[in-house]
């Protein structure tokens, strides 16, 4: 079992002798459990974070983390110098995070369409117009005020559209990246993107609109 910090906090205490990035991998490829150890306390935190962004349940998120710690150095051989290692793990585990959300879903899918603007035959839009509060999902996620707000409402997306948001706005992956690891093309990335934030949007509009009136 690997330990992660309780807190979801990133360890720094980081021994002085842990080398590069280039001489940590050596020592990965050469079974160095010392390693494996550095590693799990210097990404565990942060991996933690992000696997509780993408699945509700905690001990769901932790066994994510476990799994990609596994994954990742059982084909540490396949890792390439030309990107960096961080960012290696932090691919495997949203993968291990999509693979759980796969697993695990049981029924249909609530419909979204209610969320959405609805338009005239003219193009004027039926439903009355959000009130002009700016700001990405992410740049909302950094104002402690707003913080807990957008994630219960990123948190009430059905699942297909919630992952897309959460690859492309949260952990800003690229269109080619969410396409590969969703299993779908880069177009329909796009497509439940617009309509993840055109969905989100109108779930903080309630929030938003008392703030802006006050």
Request: hydrophobic letters at 40%; one cysteine or more; a neutral charge.
């Amino acid at each position: 079992m690997i330990e992660l910090d309780p807190a979801g906090k990133r360890e720094v205490n980081i021994p002085s002798n842990a080398g590069g990035e280039e001489a940590l991998v050596a020592r990965l490829r050469n079974g160095d459990e010392t390693a494996f150890e550095l590693v799990v306390r210097r990404e565990g935190g942060r991996l933690l974070a992000v696997a509780r962004r993408f699945l509700r349940n905690e001990e769901d998120a932790r066994d994510a983390v476990q799994d990609a710690f596994l994954s990742a150095f059982r084909s540490i051989e396949s890792f390439g110098q030309g990107s960096r290692f961080s960012t290696w793990l932090h691919r495997i585990l949203i993968n291990a995070c999509l693979m759980k959300l796969r697993s695990s879903r049981r029924r249909a899918e609530d419909s979204i369409e209610d969320l959405l603007p609805k338009f005239q035959e003219d193009g004027h839009q039926v439903n009355h117009p959000n009130p002009p509060w700016e700001g990405s999902a992410e740049e909302l996620l950094a104002r402690s005020e707003t913080r807990e707000i957008v994630r219960r409402c990123i948190d009430k997306l059905p699942e297909t559209y919630r992952s897309v948001l959460l690859l492309r706005d949260i952990e800003e992956l690229t269109t080619e990246d969410a396409a590969r690891l969703l299993g779908v093309t880069e177009n329909a990335v796009k497509i439940r993107l617009h309509r993840a934030r055109q969905a989100l949007r109108t779930l903080l509009d309630p929030t938003f609109r008392r703030a802006f009136a006050s």
